[in-house]
């Protein structure tokens, strides 16, 4: 099991708003990073430290954390957002990163 | 620009030593501020964290896999590698490289995986 939780599927309306969560004990002290993983296809990096987004990555992604909670938002999704999600940090016992168990994001 | 590829063996024999390369291209492997990652992901499964290595050749490994696992890296040739022993089929997954990077924002630590490699499928079956 992953020290990292995230809900395993979330939907969303086209051109709407949604936020994907990622919860652990770690996040108290270190931020989350975000990836976006289309099928076949390897992870990219959406969001970091909170809230930067390399260079490439629209700004209807953000981020934001509050307690042990991460989130990914996405305001005014768009067809090609859906994908899986990953959220990233260190663990809360040593030198070791970890990732969320991934979300599967649905735009309708 | 600074690119990834994985390069190995596709399949290999159950108890067998699995080894791949990540061959780092566009740049130096030594670059300042960067450590070197692998990740794996088991078909229709999430992503799992392997371990890092630093050109100072300090390693951190998934607890998991702490027994089994090494990574080394090799400067002079701009290539990092994995070794992972005792393979069953458990262990059949695409396995990526990617660069890693960490810093500090305010008074909190962050670390990300900035740029990957296409990955590699490795297969353990007899």
């Known amino acids: 099991s992953s020290e990292l939780t995230q809900d395993p599927a979330v939907s969303v309306a086209l051109g709407q708003t949604v936020s994907i969560t990622c919860q652990g004990d770690?996040?108290?002290?270190?931020?989350a990073s975000w990836y976006q993983q289309k099928p076949g296809q390897a992870p990219v990096l959406v969001i970091y430290?909170?809230?930067s987004r390399p260079s490439g990555i629209p700004d209807r992604f953000s981020g934001s954390s509050s307690g042990n909670t991460a989130s990914l938002t996405i305001t005014g999704a768009q067809a090609e957002d859906e994908a899986d999600y990953y959220c990233?940090?260190?663990?809360?016992?040593?030198?070791?990163?970890?990732f969320g168990g991934g979300t599967k994001l649905t735009v309708l | 620009q600074v690119q990834l590829q994985e390069s190995g063996p596709g399949l290999v024999k159950p108890s067998q030593t699995l080894s791949l390369t990540c061959t780092v291209s566009?740049?130096?492997?030594?670059?300042?501020?960067?450590?070197w990652n692998w990740i794996r992901q088991p078909a229709g499964k999430g992503l799992e964290w392997i371990g890092r290595?630093?050109?100072?050749?300090?390693?951190n490994y998934n607890p998991s896999l702490k027994s089994r696992v090494t990574i080394s890296v090799d400067t002079s040739k701009n290539k990092f590698s994995l070794r992972l022993s005792s393979v069953t089929a458990a262990d059949t997954a695409v396995y990526y490289c990617?660069?890693?990077?960490?810093?500090?924002?305010?008074?909190?630590?962050?670390?990300?995986?900035?740029?990957w490699g296409k990955g590699t499928t490795v297969t353990v079956s007899s």
């Open positions: 990617a660069r890693g990077s960490s810093g500090v924002v305010v008074t909190w630590y962050y670390y990300c995986m900035d740029l």
């Open positions: 566009g740049g130096s492997i030594s670059s300042s501020g960067y450590y």
């Open positions: 290595i630093y050109t100072s050749g300090n390693t």
């Open positions: 770690s996040l108290r002290s270190y931020y």
């Open positions: 430290a909170k809230n």
């Open positions: 990233n940090s260190r663990d809360s016992s040593g030198f070791h990163l970890v």
